[in-house]
């Protein structure tokens, strides 16, 4: 994942998949997190918004990576199926429940059309 622009309370990355630009919204503590972070550990690196786990090479960690290693590994310690989709499609789901507009997440998700789990969430929540 490249960082791009970190801007007002926003971040845009380049992913992999599709190498598609993504511009998501920050929290002020969240933005103010990364700020510190990219000035006093990561330093000005490659580009990469996280480096691999020696700081060195290349490449950055992949999404994939971060959903396979580091997540899994918080989730073994807490003893919970967590995976990055979970995180992914709870996020979506507690935006729906919070009056976000579904347009508007559909755009953070990057996707045109609602996914299933978010259509059930609408048929649910309609009835």
Same mark, same amino acid.
């Given at each position: 994942?490249?960082?791009?622009?970190? /801007?007002?309370?926003?971040?845009?990355?380049?992913?992999?998949?599709? $190498?598609?630009?993504?511009?998501?919204? +920050?929290?002020?503590?969240?933005? /103010?997190?990364?700020?510190?972070?990219l000035k006093e550990?990561?330093? $000005?690196?490659?580009?990469?918004?996280? +480096?691999n786990f020696t700081g060195r090479g290349s490449k950055g960690i992949s999404d994939k990576s971060v959903g396979r290693d580091v997540l899994k590994e918080y989730a073994d310690q807490l003893d919970l199926p967590v995976t990055s989709k979970t995180l992914r499609n709870s996020r979506a789901i507690h935006l729906l429940?919070?009056?976000?507009?579904i347009q508007g997440v559909l755009r953070l998700l990057g996707v045109k059309d609602p996914p299933l789990y978010m259509t059930s969430w609408i048929q649910q929540s309609q009835s």
């Amino acid at each position: 994942m490249r960082l791009y622009t970190l /801007e007002k309370n926003t971040v845009a990355v380049k992913g992999t998949q599709k $190498r598609q630009e993504r511009v998501v919204p +920050l929290e002020i503590s969240a933005k /103010e997190a990364l700020e510190r972070y990219l000035k006093e550990v990561r330093g $000005r690196g490659q580009g990469y918004l996280f +480096l691999n786990f020696t700081g060195r090479g290349s490449k950055g960690i992949s999404d994939k990576s971060v959903g396979r290693d580091v997540l899994k590994e918080y989730a073994d310690q807490l003893d919970l199926p967590v995976t990055s989709k979970t995180l992914r499609n709870s996020r979506a789901i507690h935006l729906l429940e919070s009056g976000v507009d579904i347009q508007g997440v559909l755009r953070l998700l990057g996707v045109k059309d609602p996914p299933l789990y978010m259509t059930s969430w609408i048929q649910q929540s309609q009835s």
